[in-house]
């Protein structure tokens, strides 16, 4: 167990939708990042925030945003759901951000979009 | 931007015998760390290794340990006395500096452990 929890496990939805990833970073990370697992991508880093802030952004799509809350949680929004979107995603946290720092990953959440 | 490469294939490890899984990178930055992570069926990616690159002796944690070779950009995965569990998906993933902290990927090693 990783200390990172990701809810919810699994989510199906239709296309055209709007859903919520929530992730909370194990006791006392700062930092928060999500990636995105499919077959034909790989893991592709999305988004990085820090202490509240956005710090970076990589292959994150227009129709996704993020934030990270005060009490550290953060939450993934994805809307206007494509097929394409079906994917597994990761929230995963570190104690500051630095190169150095080991990003401890979450279960996941597997989203299945039909 | 930061390149993971692992292109064996699925391998088969008998039981208790050891394993070597290869990772090369490229990247441009002077300080950047190198991870192993483990990716089991059931999804989850577990921390294995990391290895500093000025760091000057290699990487061991328990079972798995890293063979860093910087001139030739290689970071392979040592994994002794195979055991059922290790049954997974293996990646190899880099992280820069300057503010670039997003974790690169490669593609990742199959490992099927067989009795």
């Known amino acids: 167990d990783s200390g990172v929890t990701q809810t919810p496990k699994h989510l199906i939805t239709a296309t055209g939708q709007r859903v919520t990833l929530r992730c909370s970073p194990r006791?006392?990370?700062?930092?928060v990042y999500w990636y995105q697992q499919s077959l034909d991508q790989g893991l592709q880093f999305l988004i990085q925030?820090?202490?509240?802030?956005?710090?970076a952004k990589g292959n994150i799509l227009e129709r996704f945003s993020a934030q990270q809350f005060p009490d550290l949680h953060s939450e993934l929004n994805l809307s206007s759901l494509e097929l394409g979107d079906s994917a597994l995603y990761f929230c995963?946290?570190?104690?500051?951000?630095?190169?150095?720092?080991?990003?401890?990953f979450g279960p996941g959440t597997r989203l299945t979009v039909l | 931007a930061q390149k993971i490469t692992q292109t064996q294939p699925g391998m088969f490890v008998q039981e208790k015998e050891a394993v070597t899984l290869d990772c090369t990178y490229d990247?441009?930055?002077?300080?950047?760390?190198l991870f192993w992570y483990k990716q089991p069926s059931s999804g989850e990616m577990i921390f294995l290794i990391y290895?500093?690159?000025?760091?000057?002796q290699n990487a061991t944690e328990g079972r798995y340990s890293l063979n860093f070779q910087k001139a030739r950009k290689s970071a392979n995965l040592v994994i002794s006395a195979s055991q059922l569990g290790d049954s997974a998906m293996y990646f190899c993933a880099m992280r820069g500096t300057y503010g670039n902290n997003r974790l690169a990927f490669g593609k990742g090693n199959q490992v099927v452990v067989i009795p």
């Open positions: 006791s006392g990370d700062l930092s």
């Open positions: 995963a946290s570190s104690a500051i951000a630095g190169s150095t720092d080991t990003q401890y």
């Open positions: 925030y820090y202490n509240g802030e956005e710090r």
């Open positions: 990247t441009s930055d002077q300080s950047y760390g």
């Open positions: 290895q500093g690159s000025y760091d000057e």
